[in-house]
């Protein structure tokens, strides 16, 4: 990371963090102009001697207007507030509430950076939640988490569900600091705001809160039969990983000592699946090579056999076993992924290797599993990985007993 950068983050989390400590003990002056003021329409916040150069207007909103009102004013740009509707909800749809927040620029010919805006965005946030507040009893109990979202993320950033009448700064924190980690890739460091930036609010009400309390989702049981002594295909013994055979119809050994090579290809196949919005659907033919029916697991085959001479006439490789430091430090510079490798089972799982050693979060990650001394396997869904073993940060390599630990990493 930049030196520069990095100063830059430590400095604005040291001050929102200051800021939200003494939070219990010293009233925030925006807030104290809100009750003053409460029969008028605008909110003049008075700025801090850091962002004294700024002309900044808050304007209050009302909680049962469709239309896009504006709630945020300075030179560059203006925050508009929208109310809307949970789609596919209809039990709570008329009592929770949704609130879309929009950004335009004013001048149109001069994007401003999202990394530049993070100050501005924690004091917008931090007022449009301040203010929803007003709108509930402070004695009931309502959740409130954050969404979102901007091209080319591929998923919304969304924050922890927390009680709407505590102080809204940690949730606006959070919700910044997952952006921050976003932008500070060399992908996306220029990243500037555009028309798709948008954060959903979402206010679930007393009675959703209560009625998810009182009734928990059912533990799903399995109802079939139990049978003992059937075949069972070793490839699938876990269903986190996708672990191949040694060939397929005519070629029965044709994977046999390539299980590195085809395991960094099935992960690149999943990140390209992703990556092209499930126009690249490889990865789900491929990981029909352990299908019972010939037909598709002799068309996945062809697959992987593909790939897999295509990269070893480009890499020039023979066949295996490989190296795997050399070899994994050429795949990672062919398919612009880092490669992370574990092992072993319960508390005793460990990260092994990653290659290359230095975290980039530029480069697309692929995870495998070591299962013996001399073989490893694709994991494919690595968040089912952690729940069966046990959570580690691939940042800081923390563990953790239960993989729905909430860790906030500060490397």
């Known amino acids: 990371m930049d030196n520069k950068i990095l100063e830059h983050y430590q400095n ?3 001050e929102y963090q200051a800021e939200s400590s003494t939070a219990e003990q010293v009233q925030d002056p925006r807030l104290e102009q809100i009750e003053e003021q409460n029969q008028e329409n605008v909110i003049n916040d008075e700025p801090s001697a850091a962002h004294s150069n700024q002309n900044e207007e808050f304007f209050q909103f009302p909680i049962d207007s469709h239309s896009a009102i504006k709630v945020f004013d300075n030179e560059e740009i203006e925050v508009f507030v929208k109310k809307s509707f949970h789609q596919r909800q209809k039990k709570f749809r008329l009592q929770d509430n949704l609130f879309h927040v929009k950004i335009k620029t004013k001048d149109s010919s001069k994007q401003p950076l999202l990394f530049d805006l993070l100050d501005v965005l924690y004091r917008v946030f931090s007022f449009i939640l301040s203010h929803i507040q007003t709108f509930f009893d402070p004695n ?9 979202f901007q091209e080319p ?22 919700i910044l600091d997952m952006l921050f980690r976003f932008l500070i890739s060399d992908s996306n460091i220029n990243l500037e705001l555009n028309d798709t930036f948008i954060v959903y609010v979402h206010v679930l009400s007393i009675d959703h ?21 059937t075949y069972k295909n070793k490839n699938n013994t876990y269903t986190w990983a996708i672990d191949i055979p040694n060939g397929y119809g005519e070629f029965p050994n044709v994977f046999k000592n390539e299980c590195f090579l ?3 290809i099935l992960g690149h196949f999943q990140n390209e ?3 092209t919005n499930r126009l690249d659907k490889r990865i789900i033919y491929a990981q029909n090579i352990n299908s019972k029916c010939k037909t598709k697991q002799i068309y996945g085959g062809k697959i992987l056999l593909k790939e897999l001479q295509l990269l070893k006439q480009h890499l020039k490789l023979t066949s295996g076993p490989y190296d795997v430091e050399s070899v994994a430090m050429v795949l990672s510079d062919f398919y612009k992924c880092q490669i992370f490798i574990f092992s072993g089972e319960g508390k005793a799982t460990i990260l092994k290797y990653s290659y290359p050693t230095l975290l980039n979060d530029s480069l697309e990650p692929i995870f495998l599993y070591e299962t013996e001394s001399d073989h490893v396997i694709f994991i494919r869904q690595i968040n089912v990985f952690f729940l069966k073993n046990q959570k580690i940060c691939i940042y800081c390599r923390r563990k953790y007993k239960t993989a729905r630990f909430l860790h906030r990493c500060d490397m």
């Open 273 to 275: 699946y992703h990556k």
């Open 209 to 229: 809160v209560n009625f998810k309390k009182n009734n928990p989702k059912a533990k799903v049981t399995n109802s079939r039969r139990k049978h003992f002594g």
């Open 262 to 264: 085809i395991s960094v």
């Open 12 to 14: 604005w989390l040291r």
């Open 140 to 148: 009931d109990i309502n959740e409130v988490y954050v969404t979102l």
């Open 153 to 174: 993320m591929l998923n919304g950033l969304n924050s922890p569900a927390i009680r709407l009448q505590d102080d809204p700064h940690d949730v606006v924190q959070r």
